[in-house]
């Protein structure tokens, strides 16, 4: 038997399958295939390989698989069934993967005979930019190209499908037990993801559903509760020993993201805001860390600013078990999605301003210093959202005075970021669609949006990474022109953009040499001032256009201390560590 799981890229509120991110469906459903199929052959293809095949387009990043990896197009008109998994709830901007849509996926896959099966968030539509309405097109399209379009979880169905068709149901949810095998068996897809082992990122899941929508209530636009109705928290010994398969396969950089909330796990539901359990966040990541000792990447990503804000003694432990045994350059994403009070009650958001405020305050005092790869241990991000009932000019202005506070007041945000709401079926924003304001108020986003980014983002990066400090294992991803791309790899990756072209698919170290509003520059280090080109030169710190001429006029400098006597010895301090000849 020969199954083609063709991962199309996700993004939801809880969970990110991107690459360099592996989310939990492809290999969910893979061991879900393999449990009930010992003998298949499964294949691992994404939307990029079919881009390749089909239309030329190059894809993402060469593939490191074996030399007889059979082409795209042979595993897919031979497969007996092929398994898309896509959807886009919180749609962003990528550096080098475009995730897909369904009218993009069903050009190529209409032409095989194999069952097809669709997956993942895409059965509630995919959002192609901030600010739509999700109508039904893209699902009647789905129903007219896919045999099976699957509602409740894909590994629940495919097992069904492969042990006793006649029972499977597309509406089934399975529980962490019956997981547990389907996760396990699963890690092996790595083996097939473009640049594996040491260019991935893979997601895990500790919970679904969210703890807040269980006591009041979800936020208007959020797709998690309605997908899932209540909350389970996984076993941490079912994350423990996923994570030591993959672990043991090669991987090296985790995202414990796939939840709603870092800190509400196995917290005690409490209404609005859940007590946090310390002692479980603590076993969980040590219980990590036993089973991955050498990890180089670590992190998590969403929690809910009110937890913290409420409860600061639960969340101060929290977050030093997240620095104790994880790794530099974390972010928590809080959602306050909008600072004006009249807004945040019409939507039930999630927090105030002030529990925002409060919870940033928290995070910079415990995580503001600086680690191993450059980045401060563990900051905050800011998620903002506009167009939402209720708004006014005064909410824009309301959003923008809390960030300013922030700023003024000295803390760090690692990172803002703004969207534009966009409304799913079956989300209370749903029934108020009417009141959603992205179309009115275009405007008055764009013009807040471009006074966030160059009053609040660039100050904000010169004080998460001033000039001259160095990022670690940072990947070359894509060439822009004469720029290359990269980032490390992380939750919420700073983009660098280094100044030449260098090599794609490898790891820099960098040194900060400017700012933009939502990037940074950085310049390969060590830098050879013997070799290296004038534009670059001129960029280092402490140097500028008259001092680089200087210095090609001198070149080719014997030593270090040559090449001091030419710029002066004061550079020194700045340029010591970052230079050879």
């Not at 991107?18 to 290999?27: D, K």
């Not at 898309?84 to 095989?112: C, D, M, N, W």
Request: overall charge positive; hydrophobic content about 40%; glycine content about 8%.
């Amino acid at each position: 038997m020969i199954v083609a799981i063709v991962d199309g890229y996700t993004d939801e509120p809880a969970g990110l399958g991107v690459p360099p991110y592996l989310g939990i469906y492809p290999r969910y459903a893979y061991g879900a295939i393999k449990k009930a199929k010992k003998n298949a052959a499964v294949f691992y293809l994404t939307i990029d390989d079919l881009r390749a095949a089909f239309i030329g387009e190059s894809g993402i990043a060469t593939r490191n698989k074996t030399p007889n990896f059979p082409r795209t197009e042979e595993i897919l008109r031979k497969a007996d069934t092929i398994v898309y998994i896509g959807g886009l709830h919180t749609p962003g901007k990528y550096l080098s993967a475009v995730p897909s849509q369904i009218e993009e996926v069903a050009t190529f896959l209409k032409r095989f005979k194999g069952t097809k099966i669709l997956g993942g968030p895409a059965f509630m539509g995919s959002a192609h930019m901030g600010g739509s309405k999700i109508t039904s097109r893209e699902l009647q399209m789905a129903h007219s190209i896919f045999d099976h379009v699957v509602y409740g979880d894909l590994e629940a169905f495919l097992f069904d499908y492969l042990t006793r068709p006649e029972e499977a149901d597309p509406l089934r949810f399975r529980d962490y037990g019956e997981l547990r095998d389907y996760a396990i068996l699963g890690s092996e897809i790595v083996k097939q993801f473009p640049g594996y082992p040491d260019k991935l990122i893979v997601e895990i899941e500790t919970q679904r559903g969210c703890p807040k929508a269980m006591g009041i209530g979800g936020c208007s636009f959020c797709t998690e509760p309605v997908r899932y109705r209540a909350v389970e928290d996984r076993p941490v010994e079912d994350v423990v020993v996923e994570v030591r398969a993959l672990y043991n396969l090669g991987v090296r950089h985790f995202r414990v993201g796939r939840q709603s909330c870092i800190f509400s796990y196995r917290a005690k539901p409490d209404g609005r805001v859940p007590i946090p359990n310390p002692e479980a966040i603590e076993k969980l990541f040590a219980g990590i860390r036993s089973v991955a000792p050498e990890v180089k990447t670590l992190h998590v990503d969403n929690a809910n600013p009110a937890v913290i804000a409420n409860y600061p003694e639960e969340s101060t432990k929290i977050a030093k078990a997240l620095i104790k045994y994880g790794t530099a350059g974390n972010v928590v994403a809080f959602g306050l999605e909008s600072a004006d009070p009249r807004v945040a009650k019409l939507n039930n958001l999630n927090a105030t301003a002030e529990e925002t405020y409060e919870a940033v305050k928290i995070l910079n005092k415990i995580g503001g210093k600086r680690g191993p790869n450059g980045l401060p241990w563990l900051l905050p991000g800011i998620n903002i959202i506009f167009g939402l009932p209720g708004e006014t000019k005064k909410s824009y202005e309301l959003t923008f005075q809390f960030l300013k506070r922030l700023l003024d007041d000295g803390l760090m945000v690692r990172r803002i970021n703004i969207r534009q709401v966009v409304v799913f079926p079956g989300t209370p924003l749903w029934n108020m669609k009417s009141r959603v304001k992205t179309e009115k108020h275009k405007r008055l986003i764009h013009h807040y949006r471009y006074k966030i980014r160059h009053e609040i983002d660039l100050p904000m990066l010169r004080r998460v990474v001033p000039v001259g400090t160095v990022l670690r294992d940072v990947l070359a991803e894509v060439h822009d022109g004469s720029i290359s791309f990269g980032r490390q790899l992380g939750s919420y990756p700073l983009i660098v953009g280094i100044p030449k072209k260098v090599e794609l698919g490898r790891f820099y170290d960098v040194v900060i040499v400017d700012h933009g509003f939502r990037s940074i520059t950085g310049i390969p280090i060590p830098v050879n001032i013997n070799a290296e080109n004038p534009k670059v030169l001129q960029m280092l710190p402490g140097i500028g256009k008259r001092t680089a001429t200087k210095i090609l006029s001198s070149r080719p400098f014997k030593s270090k201390e040559d090449f001091f006597r030419v710029v002066g010895d004061e550079k020194r301090k700045l340029l010591e560590d970052i230079i050879t000849s």
